[in-house]
């Protein structure tokens, strides 16, 4: 909505919008800014803000006590790997249910999205079983498996919108010329649906990152990502706050700045286009 | 444009993302059905024989079924409601013109990319811990009693929690939608008299429905199954126990699978029945 305002009026709207943005980003701000205070001037009363000797000290004790390369590694073979997996599944799915709809299409995208609404806790169990008898509980392989199922739905959702918003006459014409359905896919289809591929990764990547039920749930030692380490230190060490702070800075800075990079595409993915 | 070879291509590209979800849906859910008629408990000898239906009646006739029935539509309907009502708010704040914009809608979005376990700790032992946490000095500031968040307003902060993690979902979503309103209507409303009231019911809100619904749906299926949050902060205690973590409870605390897969039973029920409710309105609003 552009409009002429006054400069008076336009003061007043950034006050209270920068207001309320510090007040919701606060939490995060104070998590980093704890993390680089020693112990006693993470608990010192009244609060410090700004003036503490900065210190690198929490992250090179985390890092010693923990090794979080290991689990920074597992959360991006775990992420990366379900997101690629989920893909490769779901652009063909997707494909085929935006170009050649039939009278089951709005179906079967209502079926897979209600498989999401499934409670992950009422299948633990089974789930558990399945994984011991294979062999892959706490392994990344089967934490890929599972958060590529997870996230099916919305990959496949969310390609879907993208994909139908091609317009069905160029495919027509490329067919017209004689291109066969796979020089159609890679030369037609491929160019066009990149932007709507790569935010569809950028928000499954995003959504696997953090997923917290069933990483803590089939990972032990070998296979935890970050949201096991962190988990690690919600007691007795969630008593101290400085280190508390620099591992969770540690577990959330690779999403927080790949997810501000991205966030225009992330809001078109997110409202699966039926915002705009 | 479909011919028969590429309808039969279609079907075959569709096939592996159905047959893995049909499978991921349904192997488990078998399995969980089959547990829920079995004693089992597999620290006490395993599998024991047929229960019949003593599982479902004494998980439906335990005493904190229905609590946690009602903490678990608590929380989804608070969070809604916080969410939404806050996320309109934001978005036709961050709509208007102002310095900085980019920078706010940086601000405003960051706590959707935090994991709920790095969320839950920090709000748990930086915010609400009744001795250390900021809110503690605050209280004690202006010479008030520090509360105890996470015991004496337990569901409050669990739903604040929450609720501050999925308002920039919200705001997002809506303020996309803001921005596609024909502005020039609403100044031709502005100028004919309409308060922003009536402007706001007649003009804004409709426009949002579909936005709105998005938000609802979206959310519901995180928030039903919300697991993190809890797990870290109250572990359940203090009336937080949500319908998902009793399962929980039962399966890995008590070892009582057949107990706690009769109770997955009827959470699958409770979602289906919330799944049917939103597929409705979804299926009519996204055409």
């Known amino acids: 909505m552009a409009r002429a305002v006054t400069n008076n009026r336009k003061a007043l709207n950034t006050a209270i919008a920068w207001t309320i943005g510090l007040l919701i980003f606060f939490p995060i701000l104070w998590t980093i800014l704890t993390s680089f205070k020693t112990e006693a001037q993470a608990i010192s009363d009244p609060p410090v803000f700004l003036f503490f000797d900065w210190t690198l000290e929490n992250y090179s004790v985390v890092q010693e006590r923990s090794n979080y390369m290991r689990f920074l590694w597992n959360s991006v073979v775990i992420a990366g790997g379900s997101t690629i997996l989920g893909l490769i599944i779901a652009v063909p799915a997707a494909w085929s249910m935006a170009f050649v709809p039939s009278k089951r299409t709005k179906d079967i995208l209502l079926w897979m999205l209600s498989t999401k609404m499934l409670p992950a806790v009422g299948v633990l169990y089974p789930i558990y079983l399945i994984f011991i008898k294979m062999g892959i509980l706490d392994t990344r392989t089967g934490l890929v498996i599972v958060m590529m199922l997870i996230n099916l739905p919305i990959i496949v959702w969310m390609l879907y919108t993208y994909f139908r918003e091609i317009p069905g006459e160029i495919l027509e014409a490329s067919r017209m010329d004689g291109a066969s359905l796979k020089e159609e896919i890679i030369y037609i289809l491929t160019p066009m649906a990149v932007p709507g591929i790569a935010s569809t990764m950028l928000l499954n990547f995003i959504l696997a990152w953090n997923e917290a039920f069933w990483t803590l749930n089939l990972t032990a030692a070998k296979a935890a990502p970050l949201t096991a380490f962190i988990a690690s230190y919600s007691s007795p060490e969630g008593l101290f706050y400085a280190k508390l702070s620099a591992a969770s800075t540690m577990a959330i800075a690779p999403i927080l700045i790949l997810g501000w990079f991205s966030q225009k595409q992330l809001v078109r993915g997110l409202t699966f286009g039926a915002v705009k | ?287």
């Open chain 2, 1 to 287: 444009m479909a011919t028969q070879q590429s309808r039969s291509a279609a079907r075959f590209m569709l096939a592996p993302a159905v047959i893995l979800l049909l499978g991921w849906m349904l192997v488990p859910l078998i399995m969980t059905l089959w547990f829920s008629f079995r004693n089992y408990l597999p620290l006490r000898g395993g599998d024991l024989g047929w229960a019949g239906f003593d599982n479902y009646v004494r998980f439906i006739g335990s005493s904190s079924f229905w609590p946690s029935v009602q903490t678990t539509l608590i929380i989804v309907g608070g969070v809604l409601v916080i969410t939404i009502v806050l996320g309109i708010i934001l978005a036709l704040l961050l709509d208007q013109p102002m310095w900085g914009q980019g920078i706010v809608r940086i601000l405003v979005i960051a706590p959707f990319f935090v994991m709920p376990t790095v969320s839950a700790l920090v709000w748990k032992n930086m915010f609400m811990d009744p001795v250390n946490g900021l809110f503690a000095h605050i209280w004690k500031f202006f010479g008030a009693t520090p509360v105890e968040w996470l015991s004496q307003a337990s569901m409050q902060s669990l739903i604040m929690i929450v609720s501050w993690q999925w308002l920039p979902f919200a705001t997002l979503i809506l303020l996309t939608a803001v921005q596609s309103l024909d502005s020039e209507q609403l100044e031709a409303a502005e100028m004919d008299g309409a308060p922003f009231h009536s402007r706001f019911i007649y003009m804004i809100l409709p426009h949002l429905a579909r936005a709105i619904t998005i938000v609802v749906l979206i959310q519901t299926i995180f928030l039903l199954s919300i697991f993190a949050e809890i797990f870290v902060t109250t572990g359940g205690a203090f009336g937080t126990r949500t319908l998902s973590y009793l399962i929980f409870q039962r399966v890995l605390e008590s070892q009582n699978i057949g107990l706690g897969s009769a109770g997955g039973v009827y959470a699958i029920i409770l979602a289906n029945i919330v799944a049917i409710f939103l597929m409705r309105i979804v299926g009519k609003n996204l055409d």
